[in-house]
Nanobody, 123 residues
């Protein structure tokens, strides 16, 4: 069983930055992909970014390209999401998830989920 714990959320003004962290109790080859998802009130959960840990390849949603950066620190079992130039529409609960990630945007391809961290961006 893999446990994921997110942190780093908070409230910022538009244009500000936050860095989210996702610490895993352990990673394995079957959980090579770590993704960040977000869910705003009244909306479906959507994939924001993902990283394939073994090859350090990342993927981004069009809405965050150029503003968000996903990275990893293998020594700390941690995946980060650096969020810059935040917009009010980025306001959501952010979750990290781990799984094989055959299709990184598909929630069904993730086996483990964290509890989420809230990000609120005010205009």
């Amino acid at each position: 069983q893999v446990q994921l714990v997110e942190s780093g959320g908070g409230s910022v003004q538009a244009g500000g930055s936050l860095r989210l962290s996702c610490v895993a109790s352990a990673y394995s080859s079957s959980n090579n992909c770590v993704g960040w998802f977000r869910q705003a009130p009244g909306k479906e959960r959507e994939g924001v970014a993902a990283i394939y840990r073994s090859i350090s390849t990342s993927r981004y949603a069009d809405s965050v390209k150029g503003r968000f950066t996903i990275s990893q620190d293998n020594a700390k079992n941690t995946v980060y999401l650096q969020m810059n130039s935040l917009k009010p529409e980025d306001t959501a609960m952010y979750y990290c998830a781990a799984g094989p990630g055959f299709l990184w945007t598909d929630e069904r391809h993730y086996n483990y989920w964290g509890q989420g961290t809230q990000v609120t961006v005010s205009s």
